[in-house]
């Protein structure tokens, strides 16, 4: 799975993946990837469906929807 996203800073952050039941099925530390956009993999779910992305940095945290199709 890519994800694209864009930090305002170059400050840690880290990037969560949920379930639609709130169980938490990915969590990545993105350490230091520096101001402006960036796409990093994580780990596809096994079955299509709509998950949860949730973003964290020292900014607050950022909650989008991923739709993953098989």
Not at 2 to 11: D, G, Y
Not at 12 to 34: H, K, Q, S, W, Y
Request: cysteine-free; charged content about 25%; hydrophobic content about 40%.
């Amino acid at each position: 799975m890519s994800v694209e996203m864009s930090l305002p800073t170059s400050a840690p952050a880290r990037i969560e993946l949920f379930d639609t039941r709130g169980r938490r099925l990915a969590n990545r530390d993105l350490g230091v990837l520096g101001a402006g956009r960036q796409r990093i993999e994580l780990e596809s779910p096994r079955s299509s469906g709509i998950y949860w992305l949730r973003l964290h940095s020292n900014q607050g945290s950022v909650v989008t929807r991923a739709v993953v199709l098989r």
